[in-house]
């Protein structure tokens, strides 16, 4: 089946400006979480869904970064007022669950390429 | 401090020839530790999970290995392939009761496999 889709691939974006990231996970999946690679560093986590409540926000590093999950599936991270020091890959990915037997394994998407200049 | 370090940060071998990587964490508690291989442009792929009870787990050449006592783990390559060039990152997660902790990632171990 489909794996876990992102879009857009890329954006370019100027600095003070808006984004919208969206995410389509494995269907069938109720856990969505969202991080972000910087250049050269290691994956950062941001946030994760457990159906469309997001238990552990403690990743998303101010509040201009917020997201949402509707409907248990589509998920946009939204970047307010963009800085430059935001350009990164954002990626996401899903799994069955977080709870009970796990611990499931996380299939990732291809992630979205963020450049604000 | 939750961390997790891993080593070396990079590391180039011939084909055909075995290597380790090293992971120390100090996340506690621990639920579990995965590998994922990340090849350049694509999104992370699970190679192994393990919790605390697991001492070894193997997915075909990749053979991981975890002392939860020294809070270490490893994750062997044989018979390296070409295709085996990746940043392998290790990822340990915080023990939240039944449900998923927040999840500590390394800056991963750059490989480089040569003809």
């Known amino acids: 089946g489909a794996g876990v889709s992102q879009s857009p691939s890329n954006k370019v974006t100027e600095k003070g400006k808006d984004v919208e990231l969206r995410c389509d996970p494995i269907s069938g999946h109720t856990a969505l979480y969202w991080y972000r690679q910087s250049l050269g560093q290691g994956l950062e986590f941001l946030i994760y869904?457990?159906?469309?409540?997001?238990?552990?926000k403690s990743g998303l590093p101010s509040d201009r970064f917020s997201a949402e999950r509707t409907g248990g599936s589509v998920s946009t991270l939204t970047i307010q007022r963009t800085q430059q020091e935001d350009s990164a890959v954002y990626l996401c990915?899903?799994?069955?669950?977080?709870?009970?037997?796990?611990?499931?394994?996380?299939?990732f998407g291809p992630g979205t390429r963020l450049t604000v200049t | 401090k939750n961390q997790v370090e891993q080593s070396p940060q990079s590391l180039i071998i011939l084909e055909g020839k075995n290597c380790t990587l090293q992971c120390n964490y100090t996340v506690s508690p621990f639920s579990n530790l995965r590998w994922y291989k990340q090849d350049t442009g694509r999104g992370p792929v699970s190679l192994t999970i393990m919790t605390f009870s697991e001492n070894t787990k193997s997915n075909g050449r990749y053979t991981a290995t975890l002392d939860a006592d020294t809070k270490q783990s490893s994750l062997h390559i044989t018979a390296s392939q070409l295709s085996d060039s990746a940043s392998y990152i290790c990822v340990v997660s915080l023990f939240r009761g039944s449900t998923l902790g927040r999840l500590y990632f390394g800056r991963g171990t750059q490989l480089t496999v040569w003809p």
């Open positions: 990915a899903s799994s069955l669950g977080t709870s009970g037997r796990g611990p499931y394994e996380q299939y």
């Open positions: 869904f457990q159906g469309n409540s997001a238990p552990d």
